[in-house]
Structure formats: structure tokens, C-alpha cells
């Protein structure tokens, strides 16, 4: 179990904790633990929320802790996965972007906007408990499309495919439970990543995975920021 963690770990974050010697059972164990790890990333935003910072202040430190705190990695799924998808091209010409570490037009532009929403989205949420589960939640919901549908190659979304369900879906599911329309917005926004990946691109990979993440958390932090302003 502790090396499953610790695979778990070294895959949504940039902790050096990979072990040695891990085999692909081990890879896939290791999903089980996802929403853990993504509840370790929302812990410190969760405990800096109370601090009495500005609102502009707030969002940016949380931004860089929660961006940071992963390597960065989900965004750059975003970004490389903006410039395969969007525009007028054929699929091979897609599955080829897809694979160029160049980042295009579409990559600025999408990772530009998503970076002003995040940041404002986080500037508006002081929830601790919201910012402690909604990062896990996000970390749920790769793992039932991986079930669902085809993958582009090997890579790291064919080394974590076919791993444990019940125990993620049971540590993500207080979320959903206390915030059922963020989680829904959330499922939505990472089922469409999925989706139009499979239409454009003919299935899914690491990239996609990241970029439903990514999207995810900004569903999910937009709809309670709206909902709080709102109500509020």
C-alpha cells in the first residue's frame, strides 16, 4: 500500500518520491490513492484560507500553490492538448501537434484565459473545507474514462488503466456529497475533455487526462465563487 502511495505521489506532484523497481500492478494500484493525493495538494489552501490577505493576494498565492505543487503538470496537459484539439485539421495532423513540445497560438490563448479564471475563481473561495476536497474530487475522475474509453498509446494513462475504482470513488465522494452542483460541473467539464478527445484525436492519453483535471478544478471553483458572489 505504501508503495502504491508513494507511486501515487510521484505522479500528480513533483515530490521525488518514486520507488525503485515499481512494476505495472504497482502503477495501477496506485489509483487508488488519487483523491488522497489531491487532498494533500488542497491541505495547504485550506489552512491559508482563514489569513485575513486580500482578495487579488489570496487567489495568486493559491494559484502558485496550487499549480506548484503539482510541477505545473496538469496545465501543461492544457496547454498541449489546446493546440491538438482546436482549429481546422485533420487527425493526423492533431495526433502530430499533440506530440510537439512547441506551444502554438491556441495554447496561449486557452492557458492565458484559464490562468485569469483560476486566479479569480481562488481569489473568491475562502471555504476551507471546499479548498481542501475539490482537488481530490478532480483526481477521481480520469480514473472512470480511462475504463470507458480507448487510449492514444502507451504512456502513462496505459500505465495507470484498469486500476482499483471503489476505494478512489469512496475517498472522493465527500465532495460531491456536500457540493453536488460543483461536483456535477466538475464531472461535466473533465467527461467533455474526454469526449471531444475521442472525437478529434481517436482516444485519450496523459495530456488529456491532465487538461480534464485542470478544467475540472476551474468548474468546480467557478460554479461555488459564482454561487457564493450570488447568494451572498
Known amino acids: ?32 490513492f488519487f483523491p488522497l493525493v489531491g487532498y494533500l495538494l488542497g491541505l495547504p489552501l485550506a489552512l491559508l484560507a482563514p489569513l485575513p490577505l486580500p482578495e487579488g493576494l489570496w487567489g495568486a498565492m493559491a494559484l502558485g500553490l496550487l499549480l506548484g505543487l503539482t510541477g505545473f503538470l496538469h496545465l501543461d496537459g492544457l496547454l498541449d492538448l489546446a493546440d491538438a484539439l482546436l482549429g481546422t485539421r485533420t487527425r493526423e495532423e ?3 501537434i499533440l506530440k510537439d513540445p512547441h506551444l502554438g497560438a491556441f495554447a496561449f490563448g486557452v492557458g492565458g484565459v484559464y490562468l485569469l479564471l483560476l486566479w479569480q475563481a481562488l481569489a473568491l473561495v475562502r ?5 481542501l476536497l ?16 480507448p487510449l492514444l498509446g502507451p504512456g502513462m494513462a496505459g500505465l495507470i488503466r484498469g486500476g482499483p475504482l471503489l476505494l478512489p470513488a469512496l475517498l472522493a465522494l465527500p465532495f460531491p456529497l456536500l ?11 473533465a467527461w467533455g475533455v474526454a469526449r471531444l478527445a475521442l472525437l478529434r484525436l481517436g482516444g485519450l492519453n496523459g495530456d488529456v487526462l491532465g487538461a480534464g483535471i485542470a478544467l475540472a478544478e476551474l468548474s468546480a471553483l467557478l460554479s461555488y465563487a459564482l454561487w457564493r458572489s450570488l447568494s451572498g
Open 1 to 32: 500500500m505504501l508503495l502504491a502511495f508513494r507511486l501515487a505521489l510521484a505522479l500528480l506532484t513533483l515530490l521525488p518520491v518514486a520507488p525503485h523497481g515499481a512494476k505495472e500492478e504497482d502503477f495501477r494500484r496506485s489509483t487508488a
Open 94 to 96: 492533431r495526433l502530430r
Open 127 to 131: 471555504d476551507p473545507l471546499f479548498l
Open 134 to 149: 475539490f482537488p481530490g474530487f478532480a483526481r477521481f475522475l480520469p480514473l472512470p474514462l480511462l475504463r470507458r474509453y
Open 179 to 189: 457540493y453536488p452542483l460543483p461536483a456535477l460541473l466538475a464531472l461535466l467539464a
